[in-house]
C-alpha cells in the first residue's frame, strides 16, 4: 500500500483514515465508504501471512456475516485486492472496555447490566453453533449509548468442527482462558461463559483475577477458583461464581446466565449492599505433574499483539472512534498477550481430584457456605 492513508481508496470505494489498532493478523483503519457515504472500519489481513492466520481471518469473515445481533459488530463488506483479504465492518463510535476500566472499577449495576447483554449476545451466538474462544475486554466495544458490542471472532470456531489451528494449539488469552482450554481439552460454549465471568469480575476490581506471565496466569486457575471480594452484592457474586467453577458442566448456560444478571441488576441489594461476609476460597490441588507443568510453560509462549500510535486522520469525525479485532492504539493499559503456541498441554494430564471433586461454595451468607447441589452429579464433560 503506497501514499499516504487518506489518498489510499481501497475496494473502489473505501478512503482510508488513520489507524485505528494492530493486531497479531491485521491492522484496522478507519475509513469513509464513497459510494455510501458513512465511516466504516477497514480490517486488512498482514500481507505474507501465516497460512493459519489468514484462514481464521477469511472464518472471521465468514462467521460474522452468519450472525445478525445488535450486541456484534455488523459486517459491511468482503474483498481481496493485491492478494490481501480486506474486513469492512461497523465503526464502533466510543471506547473499548479495557480502555474503560483504565479509569477504575464499574459500580456493581453497571457490570450487572453489562454482564446482561454480553451473556445475550453469547446466547444469540451460541445459539448458532459458534464460539468465541477469546472474550476478554480489548474485544468488547461500547458505543455512545454505553451498549457492548462483541468483537473479533478470529479465533471463532463451530461447535464440535476441529477448527482451523496448527497442530497441538491452544488459542486465546492467558488472563482469560477457561480451565479446560488450558489443559487442552475440548472448547465448547462454557468456555465463552467462563471467560465473560472473568471479565466482569475484573470490571468490578479494576484488576485482573489471573495476571502475571501467560504461564503463572493459565496455572493459577487450576489452582484455585477467582476471588470474589466481600464489597461484591449476594446477587451479583452468586452469578460470577457460578460461571467460573472449574468443572465446565456445572456452569449455566449463556442464556441463564443473562436473566440471573438481569435480576443481579435489578435487585436493589446490587446498588446498595455489600456482602456481609468476605469470600476467601480454599485452594484446590492441581493436580498437575511437573511434567504437565513444563508442557504448560512451553505452551503458553505469547505471540505478542503489540500497539502502536494511531495516525492522525485530519477527517475524521470528532467522536472518539474504537476499531474491532485490534488491540486499541489508544488503550489506557496494554492488551495481553494472546496465547498462540505450538506445544499441546499433555491431554493426560489430570484434572484437579481427578476432575471429580467438589468445589468450593458459590457463595458465603454470614459465614456459612452455601451447598452447590448437582456438582457432586456432573462430570466435567
Same mark, same amino acid.
Given at each position: 500500500?503506497?501514499?499516504?492513508?487518506?489518498?489510499?481508496?481501497?475496494?473502489? /470505494?473505501?478512503?482510508?483514515?488513520?489507524?485505528?489498532? /494492530?493486531?497479531?493478523?491485521?491492522?484496522?483503519?478507519?475509513?469513509?465508504?464513497?459510494?455510501?457515504?458513512?465511516?466504516?472500519?477497514?480490517?486488512?489481513?498482514?500481507?505474507?501471512?501465516?497460512?493459519?492466520? =489468514?484462514?481464521?481471518?477469511?472464518?472471521?469473515?465468514?462467521?460474522?456475516?452468519?450472525? @445478525?445481533?445488535?450486541?456484534?459488530? +455488523?459486517?459491511?463488506?468482503?474483498?481481496?485486492?493485491?492478494?490481501?483479504?480486506?474486513?469492512?465492518?461497523?465503526?464502533?463510535?466510543?471506547?473499548?472496555?479495557?480502555?474503560?476500566?483504565?479509569?477504575?472499577?464499574?459500580?456493581?449495576?453497571?457490570?450487572?447490566?453489562?454482564?446482561?447483554?454480553?451473556?445475550?449476545?453469547?446466547?444469540?451466538?451460541?445459539?448458532?453453533?459458534?464460539?468465541?474462544?477469546?472474550?476478554?475486554?480489548?474485544?468488547?466495544?461500547?458505543?455512545?449509548?454505553?451498549?457492548?458490542?462483541?468483537?473479533?471472532?478470529?479465533?471463532?470456531?463451530?461447535?464440535? $468442527?476441529?477448527?482451523?489451528?496448527?497442530?497441538?494449539?491452544?488459542?486465546?488469552?492467558?488472563?482469560?482462558?477457561?480451565?479446560?482450554?488450558?489443559?487442552?481439552? =475440548?472448547?465448547?460454549?462454557?468456555?465463552?461463559?467462563?471467560?465473560?465471568?472473568?471479565?466482569?469480575?475484573?470490571?468490578?476490581?479494576?484488576?485482573?483475577?489471573?495476571?502475571?506471565? &501467560?504461564?503463572?496466569?493459565?496455572?493459577? =486457575?487450576?489452582?484455585?477458583?477467582?476471588?470474589?471480594?466481600?464489597?461484591?452484592?449476594?446477587?451479583? +457474586?452468586?452469578?460470577?461464581?457460578?460461571?467460573?467453577?472449574?468443572?465446565?458442566?456445572?456452569?449455566?448456560?449463556?442464556?441463564?446466565?443473562?436473566?440471573?444478571?438481569?435480576?443481579?441488576?435489578?435487585?436493589?441489594?446490587?446498588?446498595?449492599?455489600?456482602?456481609?461476609? /468476605?469470600? /476467601?476460597?480454599? +485452594?484446590?490441588?492441581?493436580?498437575?505433574?511437573?511434567?504437565?507443568? +513444563?508442557?504448560?510453560?512451553?505452551?503458553?509462549? &505469547?505471540?505478542?499483539?503489540?500497539?502502536?500510535?494511531?495516525?492522525?486522520? &485530519?477527517? $475524521?469525525?470528532?467522536?472518539?472512534?474504537? $476499531?474491532?479485532?485490534?488491540? &486499541?492504539?489508544?488503550?489506557?493499559?496494554?492488551?495481553?498477550?494472546?496465547?498462540?503456541?505450538?506445544?499441546?498441554?499433555?491431554?493426560?494430564?489430570?484434572?484437579?481430584?481427578?476432575? @471429580?471433586?467438589?468445589?468450593?461454595?458459590?457463595?458465603?451468607?454470614?459465614?456459612?457456605?452455601?451447598?452447590?447441589?448437582?456438582?457432586?452429579?456432573?462430570?466435567?464433560?
Amino acid at each position: 500500500m503506497t501514499g499516504s492513508p487518506d489518498q489510499v481508496v481501497l475496494g473502489g /470505494r473505501y478512503r482510508l483514515g488513520g489507524v485505528l489498532g /494492530r493486531g497479531a493478523m491485521a491492522q484496522v483503519y478507519r475509513a469513509y465508504d464513497l459510494r455510501l457515504g458513512r465511516w466504516v472500519a477497514v480490517k486488512r489481513f498482514r500481507p505474507g501471512g501465516d497460512p493459519v492466520d =489468514r484462514r481464521r481471518f477469511e472464518t472471521e469473515a465468514q462467521v460474522l456475516a452468519g450472525l @445478525t445481533h445488535h450486541g456484534l459488530v +455488523a459486517v459491511y463488506d468482503a474483498f481481496q485486492e493485491r492478494d490481501t483479504v480486506h474486513l469492512v465492518l461497523q465503526l464502533v463510535h466510543g471506547p473499548t472496555l479495557l480502555q474503560l476500566l483504565g479509569a477504575g472499577p464499574l459500580p456493581p449495576t453497571a457490570v450487572a447490566q453489562l454482564g446482561a447483554n454480553l451473556a445475550a449476545t453469547l446466547a444469540y451466538v451460541h445459539g448458532r453453533g459458534v464460539v468465541h474462544r477469546d472474550i476478554k475486554p480489548s474485544n468488547i466495544l461500547l458505543d455512545e449509548d454505553n451498549h457492548p458490542h462483541l468483537a473479533d471472532f478470529g479465533l471463532a470456531r463451530l461447535i464440535d $468442527s476441529t477448527g482451523f489451528t496448527r497442530s497441538g494449539e491452544v488459542v486465546g488469552t492467558a488472563a482469560y482462558l477457561a480451565p479446560e482450554q488450558v489443559r487442552g481439552e =475440548r472448547v465448547g460454549a462454557e468456555a465463552d461463559v467462563y471467560s465473560l465471568g472473568l471479565v466482569l469480575l475484573q470490571c468490578l476490581t479494576g484488576r485482573q483475577e489471573y495476571d502475571g506471565t &501467560p504461564v503463572e496466569a493459565a496455572l493459577a =486457575r487450576l489452582s484455585r477458583p477467582p476471588e470474589i471480594p466481600a464489597s461484591v452484592p449476594v446477587a451479583l +457474586a452468586d452469578v460470577l461464581a457460578a460461571m467460573t467453577r472449574l468443572r465446565r458442566a456445572a456452569r449455566p448456560k449463556a442464556a441463564a446466565c443473562a436473566a440471573l444478571l438481569e435480576r443481579a441488576a435489578n435487585d436493589p441489594g446490587t446498588a446498595t449492599g455489600p456482602r456481609t461476609a /468476605r469470600i /476467601r476460597w480454599a +485452594a484446590a490441588a492441581s493436580g498437575l505433574s511437573l511434567a504437565a507443568v +513444563a508442557g504448560l510453560f512451553a505452551l503458553l509462549q &505469547p505471540s505478542g499483539e503489540s500497539s502502536a500510535p494511531a495516525t492522525a486522520d &485530519p477527517a $475524521s469525525p470528532p467522536t472518539t472512534t474504537t $476499531s474491532v479485532g485490534a488491540s &486499541p492504539t489508544s488503550a489506557v493499559t496494554s492488551a495481553p498477550a494472546t496465547v498462540a503456541a505450538t506445544t499441546a498441554v499433555p491431554s493426560s494430564a489430570p484434572a484437579p481430584q481427578g476432575g @471429580t471433586a467438589e468445589e468450593p461454595a458459590a457463595s458465603t451468607k454470614h459465614g456459612k457456605p452455601k451447598k452447590d447441589k448437582g456438582d457432586k452429579k456432573n462430570n466435567d464433560g
